[in-house]
């Protein structure tokens, strides 16, 4: 087994470097028939390690025996943050050029086929060690720039901003690419695919999409809009230069100062908590308004409404337990996050009641 110090090359050719590089768009945007073609380019034009992780093929089966079979909103939640995990074990292994370990909390399902998906483009293989079997990385993983490509809707920018938390804690290229295709365009490709997902999914999701604004979040900084249904190969140098200046610019690890940021947590808390009060308040109302102009029957209004009211009391609860869901990852509360993860979490339970009603 190399050593950490070979394995990053820190001789001659300089460290390794990998990039975090994530695919957002709508349903049937065409992410995923863009990420098969640029694996493809990346790996014959530069050489590159290029590892398409596809949530689709990694979430558990179960889960997507239908188009309707959804798995609840926290769940979903706990899935993404789960495979991130995974994840991270992976990139351990490459940055510290040894095998890869098996997380002892797992999906089992999920962690098949996330091994699978990582064997099957040649960055891992099982090998029998000391009588046990375990995960060692190829020769590919470990001796050229690693580019895994995350592709999901990651339609909030707070399912975006994991992903840069992570490049962040290892210091990793980050990019994002958004396929920017026209509602209408995916509603057609939907309709034509075999599992079509409910074409009101899809509306739902055109309504939230947040796409990558660099000018608001300096995180989004290096992000690309590519035209779809235009042939993704004409974005092809913008996506390499991108990718480049990914790679050679890796996310710094912000300097740790933990008492200030303590303090100044602390101080934000009250703030952010009243704030917040407020807004989740006036989105639980709006929600209201608009399921009875939808004219949810009045039985599901009421169960809507209990559910939504719980849903602020536990997010509110969290805020004022010091938010450890906010600061498992970022040091500071970003209220926009809290919004956004209420807003998901809210669409979800609201999609339910609305379906009830066809
Ligand atoms: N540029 C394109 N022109 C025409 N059809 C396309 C194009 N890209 C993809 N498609 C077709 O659109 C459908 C959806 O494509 P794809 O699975 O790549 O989308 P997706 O964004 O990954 O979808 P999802 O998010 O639901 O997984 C497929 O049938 C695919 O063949």
Redesign the pocket.
């Known amino acids: 087994m190399k050593t950490a110090e070979n394995t990053r090359g820190t001789g001659s050719d300089g460290p390794r470097k990998q990039v975090l590089c994530v695919l957002c768009?709508?349903?049937?945007?065409?992410?995923?028939?863009?990420a098969r073609a640029l694996a493809h380019r990346l790996r014959q034009e530069q050489g590159w390690a290029v590892g398409v992780v596809?949530y689709?093929d990694v979430m558990p089966d179960a889960f997507l025996a239908g188009p309707r079979a959804r798995p609840a909103p926290s769940q979903w939640k706990l899935l993404r943050q789960e495979l991130l995990k995974y994840l991270e074990y992976f990139l351990m292994a490459v940055i510290n050029g040894c095998q890869m370990s098996v997380p002892p909390s797992r999906t089992e399902a999920m962690w098949e086929d996330f091994i699978t998906c990582l064997k099957d483009q040649d960055l891992i293989f099982s090998a029998a060690y000391a009588a046990q079997s375990c995960y060692l990385l190829t020769k590919t993983a470990v001796s050229r720039p690693l580019f895994l490509v995350l592709?999901?809707?990651f339609y909030y920018q707070s399912m975006r901003y994991e992903v840069y938390q992570l490049a962040r804690k290892y210091s990793l290229g980050f990019c994002q690419l958004f396929?920017d295709c026209p509602l209408e365009t995916c509603l057609q490709?939907?309709s034509?695919?075999p599992q079509a997902?409910p074409p009101e999914t899809i509306h739902l999701m055109g309504r939230k999409l947040e796409k990558p604004n660099p000018e608001k979040n300096a995180w989004e900084h290096n992000s690309l809009t590519i035209p779809?249904?235009a042939?993704?190969s004409e974005a092809s140098l913008e996506v390499t230069d991108l990718l480049l200046t990914a790679l050679e610019n890796p996310v710094k690890c912000a300097e740790d100062n933990m008492e200030q940021k303590e303090t100044d947590r602390i101080i934000c808390s009250t703030n952010i908590l009243h704030k917040a009060d407020q807004t989740l308040r006036r989105i639980v109302s709006q929600t209201m308004k608009g399921a009875k102009d939808e004219q949810v029957l009045p039985h599901n209004l009421k169960l809507l409404a209990e559910e939504l009211n719980k849903l602020k009391a536990e997010f509110l609860e969290d805020l004022k337990q010091g938010n450890k869901k906010y600061l498992c990852f970022q040091q500071t509360i970003d209220i926009s996050d809290v919004i956004s993860f209420f807003h998901y979490e809210k669409d979800n339970i609201v999609q339910k009641y609305f379906s009830k009603q066809h």
């Open positions: 768009g709508l349903p049937a945007a065409g992410k995923s028939t863009f596809a689709d592709d999901d809707n396929l490709r939907n034509q695919r997902l779809s249904p042939c993704a």
